[in-house]
C-alpha cells in the first residue's frame, strides 16, 4: 500500500527567501513520486516528477526535489520564492501507473 | 489543443437528484481517473480506467458509478445525490507513467 504524509499544512515565506515543503512517502516498490501545484479555483500542474532515474530533480519555475530513499521523503525547494508561488502544492506517489495517492496538501503563503 | 475538459464548472443539486459529470479529453490517453477534492484531504480517487470498456473502483467509490464506452469520454454519475457528495471533482488523464493532465474542476453542492 502506498501513502503521503505532508509535514505542512501552510507554510508562510516572505519573498525572495527559500521554500521548502516537506513531504515523505510510504510505498512497498520502487516509487514514482510527483509534485503538484494548484492555484485558486485551477486544476492541478505538474511540477516535477521522479521515476527511478536522478534523485535531484529539477521542475518548472525553480522547483527542484530530492528523492532520499533511506528517509522515504521527497521534499520540493526553490532558493527564492516570489509571490506567484502562492499557491496549494500536493505530492503524489505511484506504485504503478493508475492509481495514485495525494497528499492533504500544503497551502504557501508569500509575504511582500 | 483543448486537454481535459469537464463540464458543468458549478452544480447545485437537491438531495436525492442524480446527475453527471461529463469529462473528455483529446490527448488519447488511456488512464483516465477521477477524484474529489475536500479541504485537508487532498484528492482522493474514485473512479479510473485503463482503456475503454475498462473501469475499476477507486479509494472512494461510493456513491458513484462511471463508464468508459470509448477512449476519449469518461462520465462521472452521481445516483442519488447526498450532502456528503459536496465536493470539488476533478478528472484526470495520462499515458502510462505520465505526466496527469487535469481539468479545471466541477463544483457541485449537495442542499
Known amino acids: 500500500a502506498q501513502s503521503v504524509t505532508q509535514l505542512d499544512s501552510h507554510v508562510s515565506v516572505s519573498e525572495g527567501t527559500p521554500v521548502l515543503l516537506r513531504c515523505n512517502y510510504s510505498?512497498?516498490?520502487?516509487?514514482?513520486l510527483f509534485w503538484y501545484v494548484q492555484h485558486p479555483n485551477k486544476g492541478l500542474q505538474l511540477l516535477l516528477k521522479?521515476?527511478?532515474?536522478?534523485?535531484l530533480v529539477k521542475g518548472i519555475n525553480g522547483f527542484e526535489a530530492e528523492f532520499k530513499k533511506s528517509e522515504t521523503s521527497f521534499h520540493l525547494t526553490k532558493p527564492s520564492a516570489h509571490m506567484s508561488d502562492a499557491a496549494e502544492y500536493f505530492c503524489?506517489?505511484?506504485?504503478?501507473?493508475?492509481?495514485?495517492?495525494f497528499g492533504a496538501g500544503t497551502t504557501v503563503t508569500v509575504r511582500a | 489543443n483543448a486537454g481535459v475538459t469537464q463540464t458543468p464548472k458549478f452544480q447545485v443539486l437537491k438531495t436525492g437528484q442524480s446527475m453527471t459529470l461529463q469529462c473528455a479529453q483529446d490527448?488519447?490517453?488511456?488512464?483516465m481517473s477521477w477524484y474529489r477534492q475536500d479541504p485537508g484531504m487532498g484528492l482522493r480517487l474514485i473512479h479510473y480506467?485503463?482503456?475503454?470498456?475498462?473501469?475499476d473502483q477507486g479509494e472512494v467509490p461510493n456513491g458513484y458509478n462511471v463508464s468508459r464506452s470509448t477512449t476519449e469520454d469518461f462520465p462521472l454519475r452521481l445516483l442519488s445525490a447526498a450532502p456528503s457528495q459536496t465536493s470539488v471533482y476533478f478528472c484526470?488523464?495520462?499515458?502510462?507513467?505520465?505526466?496527469?493532465?487535469f481539468g479545471e474542476g466541477s463544483r457541485l453542492t449537495v442542499l
Open positions: 484526470a488523464s495520462h499515458r502510462e507513467t505520465g505526466e496527469l493532465f
Open positions: 503524489v506517489v505511484s506504485d504503478n501507473d493508475y492509481k495514485l495517492s
Open positions: 510505498s512497498s516498490y520502487s516509487p514514482s
Open positions: 490527448m488519447n490517453h488511456e488512464y
Open positions: 521522479y521515476t527511478s532515474a536522478a534523485t
Open positions: 480506467s485503463v482503456g475503454a470498456g475498462i473501469t
